[in-house]
């Protein structure tokens, strides 16, 4: 599986960005899909994930009702709506795959990781 993500950048404090990550590479719905993010310093820490068939989502407590992750089933995309930004929400923010449909919670669940997208956000 190859993850390619999009749509970091720089915004102010309450502000919204959307991360987008295109996959290819195995059949779409075969993998459960994640974002993660690692902060200067810090290690890199599960924000989001998104079982094969859709019907299960976990998010981290401190995004819960500020960001939405969702898969595009035409584009073969992950997406990450994240708005309410803190400076907190600094970080390289990663797309990754595991093989198997169940959405996990830990890094060491998933196989496949793109190359990560800076976000910024300035108070």
């Known amino acids: 599986v190859q993850l390619v993500e999009s749509g970091g950048g720089r915004v102010q404090a309450g502000g919204s960005l959307r991360l987008s990550c295109a996959t290819s590479g195995r059949t779409w719905d075969t993998y459960a899909l994640g974002w993660f993010r690692q902060a200067p310093g810090k290690e890199r820490e599960f924000v989001a994930s998104?079982?094969?068939?859709?019907?299960?989502?976990y998010y981290q407590d401190s995004v819960k009702g500020r960001f939405t992750i969702s898969r595009d089933n035409a584009r073969r995309a992950v997406n990450l709506q994240m708005s309410s930004l803190t400076p907190e929400d600094t970080a390289v923010y990663y797309c990754a795959a595991r093989d198997g449909q169940v959405a996990r919670t830990e890094k060491s669940a998933y196989q496949y990781w793109g190359q990560g997208t800076q976000v910024t956000v300035s108070s």
């Open positions: 998104i079982s094969g068939s859709d019907a299960t989502i």
